[in-house]
């Protein structure tokens, strides 16, 4: 088995040797082979551990950006006031609330009919008699309640359908039933006859509000008549409560705004998370507090990372659009003029190259040409449109586009809209990067963006190739989130490895673990023989001294 270093003592002693601590040095030399492997597994686990929590920080990351890219997001999202809010109160604004000042007179409010019976001294009164509703007759007793209380009409009212609420109402004078319309303003009138009976009194219908009323008002001097106190999208995407009247004809204004606040405090997270995830990957470019260098040291995976993350920060394709057709089937005719950068102008025909003369061909005819653009179809709630994207980002890649493609469906030229924005990289928004590739934010600047180019900012995020659709792309191909994703495929690499050496160190465990059991074994079986070496020994001298009488006692 080859020397290990260990010693079993006088062979004659008869002590024998210490089986278990010879077997653990035995194995323990054994088991030096899985070191390398041990101590790889161990780096392998700490470089997991830094990609997942990179994991964490690109989602956290994307997260911040999918709000300022969602169609429906901060972007979209109003805020309200009301200059009297006695008269009117904001309820909401949504993404559809165009923002303004608007001027509101509330010339009266809506009501609802309603009315009730006489007073009778006892709830408990047995009725007689009938009432009708809006045409509707319900007799007590009620066929369906067999009750002819107050509280049996009640059930056989509200049963019927008719389109009121009735109740018992009690106070000083008794009780008596009580009727409501369930629509308000006037088209909820209540036409009431009653023929209940008490002990031969009749119970007389008195109209509270017996014709309901609109509301009347006006909005930027538009005149209008509302069933409801509450009312919804006569200014855009708001609803507000009515809650009194104007007196004199004097105005409340209503003042619809951008969600300034919200929308900086999302951008400033943004960049908090950017110099989270920058910072933690910095760290790894240097060694631990113990002085060994980090899991991802030297890694390819951080240099990638590093390069995507600076790259996007100042790209942005150059892209645009044509007017949108009904159907993406239409037939068109015409062609388009497109230059790349400083390049040569180059024009395509409509059914070029034997394409149809649909968008789709149109679409194809442009990439078959190589100009330096992307041609797609996009299609939307608002039609179909051919859109047009850059292949050089930035200036170098800015698109002169002139179009004399027609509609020949409905003769309807289509003309070409470029989607650049005013904005054009992060300083526009008061974002600027600093030497380690961390950012710097100042809230004023973008506000003042906000209040005097609202439209480009939006844009900057949400336009087709636009610098936030980019970026947002960028992260989901970087972090955990795509299995194609960089930290996404060198998770799985590790996987792969750890368990080639899980496999390989559970091999080796498993064959030194059978020598362990035979190495036990034998040493046991060899100790046992050393321990009985004395006896023997004896009984040899024992032997030998019998046959040779050497030794003897000559006393004897």
Do not use: C, H
């Not at 190589?370 to 047009?388: H, K």
């Amino acid at each position: 088995m080859g020397t290990v270093g260990l010693s079993f003592g006088s062979p004659t002693s008869g002590t024998g040797f210490d089986v278990s601590s010879t077997v653990a040095q035995i194995v323990s030399n054994l088991q030096n082979v899985e070191t390398p492997w041990k101590n790889q597994l161990s780096t392998l686990e700490s470089q997991d551990t830094v990609i997942s929590n990179l994991g964490t920080l690109f989602s956290n990351l994307s997260n911040d950006l999918s709000s300022l890219t969602d169609f429906q997001g901060i972007l979209a999202q109003k805020e309200g006031s009301s200059s009297d809010t006695s008269l009117l109160e904001l309820t909401s604004a949504s993404a559809s609330a165009a923002a303004g000042t608007y001027t509101v007179v509330v010339n009266s409010l809506a009501t609802t009919a309603n009315g009730y019976l006489d007073p009778i001294a006892n709830a408990s009164d047995q009725l007689t008699g009938s009432i009708t509703i809006n045409g509707s007759t319900v007799d007590v007793p009620d066929s369906s309640t067999g009750n002819n209380t107050l509280g049996g009409l009640v059930s056989a009212i509200n049963a019927a359908g008719i389109g009121v609420t009735a109740s018992v109402v009690t106070d000083a004078n008794g009780s008596r039933l009580s009727l409501v319309s369930n629509t308000s303003g006037a088209g909820g009138s209540l036409s009431v006859t009653s023929a209940i009976e008490d002990g031969g009194a009749e119970l007389n219908y008195n109209a509270n509000l017996a014709t309901g009323a609109n509301a009347s008002l006006s909005v930027n001097g538009v005149d209008y008549q509302v069933a409801s106190n509450t009312v919804t999208n006569l200014i855009p995407g708001v609803t507000f409560q009515l809650l009194g009247e104007s007196a004199d004809g004097s105005t409340v204004q209503v003042v619809i705004t951008n969600d300034n606040s919200d929308i900086e405090s999302t951008v400033n997270q943004f960049v908090t998370d950017y110099n989270s995830l920058i910072s933690a990957i910095n760290t790894q470019e240097g060694d631990d507090s113990s002085g060994n260098p980090e899991p991802l040291f030297g890694s390819p995976t951080l240099s990638l990372l590093q390069q995507q993350l600076l790259g996007g920060l100042n790209t942005e394709s150059p892209n645009g659009y044509l007017d949108a057709v009904q159907n993406a089937s239409d037939t068109l005719s015409g062609s388009i003029s497109i230059t790349v950068g400083g390049g040569t102008e180059q024009t395509v025909n409509v059914g070029d190259s034997s394409t149809p003369d649909t968008l789709a061909g149109l679409a194809q005819a442009i990439n078959s040409a190589n100009i330096g653009v992307t041609a797609s179809v996009v299609t939307s709630s608002s039609g179909s449109q051919l859109q047009l994207v850059s292949n050089t980002a930035g200036s170098a890649g800015a698109l002169t586009v002139t179009s004399s493609i027609t509609d020949q469906t409905t003769s309807t030229a289509l003309n070409y809209n470029s989607e650049a924005t005013d904005i054009n990289s992060l300083t526009g928004l008061g974002i600027s990067v600093n030497n380690d590739g961390s950012l710097t934010f100042d809230a004023n600047s973008l506000d003042s963006v906000l209040n005097t180019d609202f439209s480009s900012v939006v844009g900057f995020f949400q336009n087709a190739d636009s610098w936030g659709q980019t970026f947002s792309n960028l992260l989901t191909n970087a972090g955990t989130s795509s299995s194609t994703g960089i930290l996404a495929l060198a998770s799985s690499s590790n996987s792969n490895i750890e368990s080639t050496l899980n496999a390989e160190i559970s091999k080796e465990s498993s064959q030194i673990s059978a020598q362990q059991t035979s190495l036990t074994a034998e040493l046991n079986s060899a100790n046992e023989i050393m321990q009985q070496l004395p006896s023997q020994l004896q009984g040899v001298n024992e032997l030998y001294a019998a046959i040779t009488g050497y030794n003897e006692n000559t006393n004897g």
